[in-house]
């Protein structure tokens, strides 16, 4: 039988920190797992610490050459036989407690095509269920709600297998996938601290803060709300570009204008039709977003359809 859940794990000179990550995958106390590694030809000596672990649970290897992130994420994706998957990655940590929560929250939400941990939120209780409708409306006209990290979000293998895994030609290729995902599934989202993710320098995540990685992620975003699965209207796909065009200028005027680069601040502003009026409300509040419920009366799903609520009567 196929194990419940695949966990993931890639590795690339993680020789640092990949013993707590794999010591905190073998410590799950949902054990009905199987573990990937694939370790993507590392120079250093990770390759020989994951060789060291023999838990029948794992399956690793070495790639002949350096594949780079999103390609050898889709390696793990399509050689996964859970029923959902997570990526655990060479200096994450996972809590003890955080498959198990989230196969259980995932599995009470049967319409939806992952659990998104967050963080507290005044608008809304977890766990709740977003329509696609709702969910792209707090992605685009509100707060993002699917920019989590790899560590917080447990997905279903065959929806994720069904978009051919992640782009390689999108920094932000989680993100993109995920929202990809939203355009006709349910998005569950869940209590955060299910897992611990490490900030280091040299990071995959680190390109998404350089000005190719603002620029590709903008462009990228562009793609998914003109794409006609978008369940967003005409008149909110369009507000959707001008918030976004808001956060450009005010990362330009932020990251680049004030370090005197007026000259990539012009090129940015003409390639993405960028106005005066969007550096005007760069730095003034924005007037236009999308929310429902507060701090005072958050969205709050009945508490039976929380799977670890007891029965009782009124």
Not at 9 to 15: A, R
Not at 104 to 125: I, T, Y
Not at 285 to 306: A, E, H, I, M, W
Request: with cysteine; proline share 5%.
């Amino acid at each position: 039988m196929n194990p419940k859940v695949t966990i993931a794990t890639i590795t690339y000179n993680s020789s640092k920190y990949v013993r707590k990550s794999i010591e905190s995958v073998l410590a799950q106390s949902f054990t009905d797992f199987e573990y990937l590694i694939s370790d993507d030809c590392s120079t250093d000596n990770t390759w020989d610490i994951v060789k060291e672990y023999k838990d029948p649970r794992i399956r690793a290897w070495r790639n002949e050459t350096n594949l780079r992130e999103y390609p050898n994420r889709n390696k793990t994706l399509f050689e996964a036989k859970g029923e959902y998957i997570i990526w655990i990655d060479g200096d994450d940590i996972f809590y003890p407690h955080g498959l198990e929560f989230m196969v259980k929250m995932l599995d009470a939400f049967p319409n939806s095509a992952m659990a998104c941990a967050r963080p507290h939120w005044d608008n809304m209780v977890y766990p709740y269920e977003l329509t696609p409708k709702e969910a792209f409306r707090y992605e685009f006209l509100g707060s993002p709600i699917l920019v989590n990290g790899f560590p917080d979000t447990l997905i279903r293998t065959k929806a994720l297998k069904a978009l051919n895994g992640f782009p390689t030609d999108v920094i932000s290729g989680d993100t993109y996938s995920k929202r990809m995902l939203a355009f006709k599934n349910n998005v569950l989202l869940i209590n955060q601290q299910v897992s611990w993710w490490r900030r280091t320098p040299d990071q995959a995540s680190s390109k998404l803060y350089s000005i190719q990685g603002v620029l590709n992620t903008f462009e990228s975003s562009i793609v998914i709300i003109d794409n006609e699965d978008c369940p967003l209207d005409a008149s909110e796909k369009a507000m959707a570009k001008e918030l976004m065009r808001i956060g450009m200028a005010n990362y330009l005027i932020k990251n680049q204008l004030f370090l005197g680069k007026i000259m990539t601040v012009f090129k940015i502003k003409k390639r993405l039709k960028l106005k005066l009026f969007h550096f005007y409300k760069a730095v003034n509040k924005r007037d236009f977003f999308y929310t429902t419920g507060s701090g005072v009366d958050p969205l709050l799903l009945d508490f039976c359809k929380n799977p670890y609520a007891s029965n009782y009567e009124r």
